[in-house]
């Protein structure tokens, strides 16, 4: 009796660990109750097997306190299944990631060529600085596009934290080249242009008649 009752739960366990292989090969989003905390992560279980949630996979951020997730949900994908050595790891970070970058390729995909933004230096490097245009999103502004005059480093003019105004000139694998110069030439010739613009209802000041007027014949 005591046999069969093995051979029982090892094939429901075998059942267990070959619904969970399906969950993980489809990559399935998972929804969990942390129901326990051991050193270095979380314990959840799906299928009756029990998943370990290392706290580098628990967020996007560094979790100091394990305990603050016990009893809580988490929705995890399987980033290890292995059935030969009872080894189960879930990560909730693989799918927070993954929506941070959805969102990420979002916004991108509104910027446009021809687009001013405004934004600030994140980074100087010998080719150019980056610049941190909001929302997790950044280009680069080549060191030829800083200014209009010819420069040799980026940090001839520019330093971390200054804000910039910047053209997209090129957006291409989620990546953006920037330019400032662009921007600064746009804003000179729209100066010229209103230096020089006449207005179009100014009246006419000199006529045939007043020109005729004072000759005697």
């Not at 005591?2 to 989003?29: H, Q």
């Not at 502004?141 to 000139?169: C, N, Y």
């Amino acid at each position: 009796m005591e046999g069969k009752v093995e051979d029982e739960e090892t094939a429901e366990e075998n059942m267990s660990w070959a619904r969970v292989k399906e969950m993980y090969k489809a990559r399935e989003n998972i929804s969990v109750k942390v129901g326990g905390m051991v050193n270095g992560g979380l314990i959840a279980y799906i299928e009756n097997i029990r998943g370990f949630i290392p706290a580098s996979q628990i967020s996007m951020d560094f979790v100091e306190n394990l305990d603050e997730w016990l009893g809580k949900d988490l929705e995890v994908r399987i980033i290890t299944c292995d059935s030969a050595r009872k080894k189960l790891v879930l990560s909730a970070k693989a799918i927070l990631k993954e929506k941070e970058e959805e969102k990420k390729a979002e916004k991108l995909s509104a910027i446009t060529v021809g687009t001013v933004l405004e934004g600030k230096v994140e980074s100087i490097q010998p080719y150019g600085a980056f610049i941190d245009l909001g929302d997790g999103i950044s280009g680069l502004l080549h060191v030829s596009q800083i200014s209009e005059k010819r420069i040799q480093s980026p940090g001839e003019v520019l330093k971390i934290g200054d804000t910039v105004k910047v053209k997209v000139t090129k957006s291409e694998g989620g990546k953006l080249s920037l330019s400032a110069k662009a921007v600064a030439m746009d804003e000179k010739v729209q100066e010229e242009k209103e230096v020089f613009k006449m207005p179009s209802s100014a009246p006419v000041t000199t006529s045939l008649g007043d020109l005729l007027k004072d000759i005697k014949l």
